[in-house]
């Protein structure tokens, strides 16, 4: 279902520029209803605290720091991965001498990168326990392969694009982790929930903001340089997530008598720390 889900989303960049050369519209355009999928998203995807929550969840729930420092962060990561998403069938397209056929197929590779970086980094950071700084490698790669992709030929553009797309596509399910270890019980389904719909806004705001850049300048490096931009500073924002998240589970550890969760008295486990 993910998969054919997916599809829907990426099948659309393919059609970019057929539909600005028998349309007539605009890169703008284009990218804002590209974008306008993840509107209804985050619309249906309207969190709603329990009725039974215990007293102050709701509030925790709508002015908890860190709660938004997350949203803000997936935002970051959907701006970037979705940028990438929908353009990149446009950016391969830069490539002389290629038939669409070609291009579909190298727009794959980024992708089966992508696939492969996702399932070692997901292993790695289980084994470990470290989410933190894997999630930092993941977007700092990211950005640095926007980067290179402003500052090389178009081949070696799509071998940078290759890295992007690890880096963003990685930080997804690694980021996942961490809101999930550190959210109260009480709170995490409607919390949870927030952060997706929220942070699902940067599949709209990415595409329409790359759109009005390519128009205003004629090329897609400012939008590249502007996905760098935003990956770096989701990747600073990682060092503000507090440590202690109660419900992380890593490999190796060993509940201890006298552990405690978040005012529920003594339990099997106890707090493990957000790394």
């Known amino acids: 279902m993910f998969v054919a889900n997916y599809v829907d989303r990426v099948n659309i960049g393919f059609a970019q520029d057929q539909l600005r050369a028998d349309a007539g519209i605009s890169a703008a355009a284009f990218g804002f209803g590209a974008g306008l999928f993840f509107v209804a998203y985050a619309r249906s995807r309207r969190p709603v605290p329990p009725p039974v929550a215990p007293s102050g969840s709701r509030r925790q729930l709508l002015t908890d720091p860190q709660l938004l420092l ?3 962060i997936y935002f970051a990561i959907s701006v970037a991965l979705y940028a990438v998403t929908f353009w990149l069938p446009s ?24 696939l492969a970086a996702v399932y070692v980094t997901g292993r790695a950071s289980d084994r470990t326990g470290r989410r933190r700084p894997f999630l930092v490698g993941a977007l700092l790669a990211g950005s640095a392969g926007t980067l290179l992709a402003t500052l090389v030929s178009p081949w070696l553009g799509l071998a940078a694009l290759c890295l992007a797309a690890m ?37 709209f705001v990415s595409p329409t903001a790359f759109g009005i850049l390519q128009d205003a300048t004629g090329s897609t490096r400012g ?4 996905l760098s931009v935003v ?27 006298g552990d405690h969760g978040p005012g529920r008295g003594p339990v099997r486990g106890g707090p493990a720390r957000v790394r």
Request: aromatic share 8%; proline share 5%; glycine share 14%.
């Open 70 to 72: 997350f949203c803000w």
């Open 91 to 114: 950016i391969v397209g830069d490539i002389a001498g290629l038939s669409d056929f070609q291009v579909g197929l190298l727009v794959a590779v980024p992708w089966l990168c992508a």
């Open 167 to 203: 880096g963003f596509k990685t930080s997804s399910p690694v980021f996942w982790t961490i809101p999930q270890s550190y959210l109260d019980a009480r709170i995490a389904a409607p919390a949870i929930a927030l952060v997706n719909s929220l942070g699902n806004l940067g599949g």
């Open 223 to 226: 939008g590249l340089i502007g």
């Open 231 to 257: 990956g770096v500073l989701a990747a600073l924002s990682v060092a503000l997530v507090r440590g202690g998240g109660h419900r992380e589970r890593t490999r190796g550890r060993r509940p201890r008598a």
